[in-house]
């Protein structure tokens, strides 16, 4: 059996304070659930192109792709498995609201992912990734 895969981008961002951008997802995969921004790569797109549109479409802000951190593989749609390729960013311009499939956009601290986390509220592996990354403490 072929298993179809979809490459996809997710970007790291933090503020001047240390806070780490999430969006709360508003359609499955994840629909409900936070997690950092990202999308699919679209046919002829950079990693960083798709990064930069992706995040500008869920938030409003304009960021500079950064170097990978590291790719995870997820579950997605009719048994098609996500790579995604994760990257720092920094946001250069605009201002944070939540768009197109994010049902919400914020700046949480440690603390409050941890509380996030400890409601079932994340997707699957983040903090994880995240933690062994270095992003998280």
Do not use: F
Request: hydrophobic share 45%; charged share 20%.
């Amino acid at each position: 059996m072929v298993v179809r895969r979809i490459q996809c981008v997710g970007a790291v961002i933090k503020d001047e304070a240390g806070r780490l951008l999430l969006i709360k997802r508003g359609h499955e995969p994840g629909a409900g659930l936070w997690s950092i921004p990202g999308g699919r790569i679209e046919p002829g797109e950079s990693d960083a192109n798709a990064l930069i549109r992706e995040v500008l479409e869920e938030t409003g802000l304009a960021v500079a792709a950064g170097r990978l951190l590291g790719v995870v593989h997820r579950p997605g749609l009719a048994g098609a498995v996500l790579d995604i390729s994760d990257y720092l960013a920094v946001v250069t311009g605009g201002g944070l609201a939540a768009g197109d499939d994010a049902a919400d956009a914020r700046w949480v601290t440690p603390a409050q992912m941890a509380g996030l986390e400890a409601r079932g509220a994340l997707t699957s592996g983040l903090t994880e990734a995240l933690t062994a990354w270095g992003v998280l403490p």
